[in-house]
């Protein structure tokens, strides 16, 4: 028998045992578990942070370059800036985080030929994109913060397309780890961010929105919204990994703890969309035909339990953010503390609605509010800023050439590792509707391009194997010796 066969089957048999776990997993399971005591506990200043940072090496102890460079890329930087914010060094923090990811991720390939014809379309499309919101910008007031939203966006869609092709196309990348790393990493965000501003600190972790509540004016970088986001992330990956996977009870109870983790800290940050997050998560899975369906309906069953809880006892105790959204005499956009951004952005695009008012050129005289140049909603900032044809434009090529062939498939495929990227993309347009401007949102180009290379219909993989059949039909005719040219499609 062959070694390594021998090895593989001697290996899996010892699995099967309940033998004991690589070490890298029980560090992944002590890591969560440093992290719920701090919660317990929340120790303040520099103690809280160097809990948190203990549980933090210990989750990423024994992955993968891949998965690390993925986890720096998606939502590291904003963790490393606050860190370093903590000890009083600013502007440092998230660009370190930045280098470490790309030297991780240094020399990643794509697999085959069909994996390139597969990024082929997508990346076009996100050319297209970009190219469309140049010429906006020379349409608009070209001011420095429509530059600036230029930049952000070439520069986030690049950094963001790349983590997001290296998840569904290289089998290196663990979905679990990153679940686990992000959720622990929200824990590090918390105590870095008590550790900076303590007025922030909470009672108690499960009070209701206790850290929104302490929030001020001058503390607008200890941002709520970064926080749920980083958990959010977890969240969608732990639901992303076990759509078709069996768990060990181990893995289980694992699992439970840390979307519980999640949960806690998304309470306490009690940002509206990211509390009904976990719920459309879990809901979303459902519809991606599952095969671990018991599991996934149980969490659902679960989330929407803790949901409706949160939703009562927050209406009961008074929490504005609660109540605001129930009121039955105000508009949907005042319950969502939208309606000065909103009804802005509906008065820009009644007066320019075919070619909008240019990059940037969002703003209301004497009616926006001096904080929000933008609308809070992806969709609406397009149509006031680039028109109804710009947007066209931009959203047309992968609804034509995507979403319409392939149909009810997207929610079957799987990337190369066995998940899905449904509940990633859910939380990437959910977070665009309501939150950021183009430039800040664009991971949803991202996430939506890398879903289309993996699930899309292969066109060109279809035209690479029509050429092939003709390259053998010729040879046939011509020099018997030659020797025909096969094709092995690769997934990406």
Not at 70 to 77: A, D, R, T
Not at 458 to 477: G, N, V
Request: charged residues 15%; hydrophobic residues 50%.
């Amino acid at each position: 028998m062959n070694a390594g066969l021998r090895h593989r089957n001697t290996l899996s048999a010892v699995m099967r045992a309940g033998r004991p776990l690589p070490i890298n997993e029980y560090m992944s399971i002590l890591g969560v578990g440093i992290v719920l005591v701090y919660l317990l506990l929340l120790p303040p200043g520099v103690l809280g942070l160097g809990i948190t940072a203990l549980a933090l090496f210990c989750g990423i102890c024994g992955v993968s370059r891949e998965t690390l460079g993925v986890c720096c890329l998606l939502f590291g930087m904003p963790l490393g800036g606050a860190v370093m914010e903590a000890f009083g060094i600013y502007g440092i923090g998230g660009k370190v985080v930045l280098l470490i990811g790309l030297v991780l991720l240094f020399g990643f390939g794509l697999r085959g030929e069909t994996a390139t014809l597969r990024l082929r379309a997508p990346v076009m499309w996100l050319a297209w994109t970009a190219c469309v919101l140049l010429l906006s910008y020379y349409h608009g007031p070209e001011t420095e913060y429509a530059r600036s939203k230029i930049f952000w966006f070439a520069a986030n869609t690049i950094l963001t397309m790349i983590a997001v092709c290296i998840v569904v196309g290289n089998p290196k990348v663990d979905f679990w780890k990153i679940g686990s790393i992000a959720v622990i990493c929200a824990a590090v965000y918390y105590s870095a961010r008590i550790c900076a501003y303590p007025v922030l600190k909470p009672q108690s972790i499960f009070i209701l929105g206790a850290f929104r509540s302490a929030l001020t004016e001058s503390q607008l970088l200890a941002s709520p919204n970064t926080l749920s986001y980083i958990a959010s992330i977890g969240i969608a990956f732990f639901m992303g990994t076990i759509i078709d996977k069996r768990l060990s009870l181990r893995r289980q109870v694992n699992l439970l703890v840390s979307l519980g983790i999640a949960l806690l800290v998304i309470m306490s940050c009690g940002q509206r969309k990211f509390i009904l997050f976990p719920l459309m998560a879990a809901a979303s899975v459902l519809l991606c035909r599952p095969r671990n369906r018991t599991l996934v309906f149980t969490i659902t069953i679960l989330m929407a339990i803790v949901v409706v809880t949160v939703i009562v006892f927050g209406a009961v105790g008074g929490k504005n953010f609660i109540t605001e959204v129930l009121e039955g005499n105000e508009t949907v956009f005042h319950r969502l503390n939208r309606d000065t951004t909103w009804d802005a952005a509906i008065l820009r695009i009644k007066e320019k609605p075919i070619l909008g008012h240019g990059l940037g050129g969002f703003y209301v005289d004497e009616y926006s509010r001096v904080s929000n140049r933008y609308a809070h909603n992806l969709l609406l900032e397009m149509l006031s800023e680039i028109g109804i044809l710009g947007t066209i434009m931009i959203i047309a090529p992968p609804i034509v050439w995507f979403v319409i062939p392939s149909g009810k498939t997207i929610l079957s495929k799987r990337t190369i590792s066995g998940g899905t990227l449904i509940p990633l993309v859910l939380l990437t347009f959910v977070t665009a509707m309501l939150s950021a401007h183009i430039g800040k949102t664009c991971i949803v180009f991202s996430v939506v391009a890398a879903l289309w290379a993996y699930s899309g219909p292969d066109i060109e993989l279809r035209r690479l194997s029509k050429t092939a059949m003709q390259r053998r039909r010729s040879i046939a005719l011509g020099d018997g010796r030659k020797r025909p040219i096969t094709l092995k499609p690769q997934s990406i």
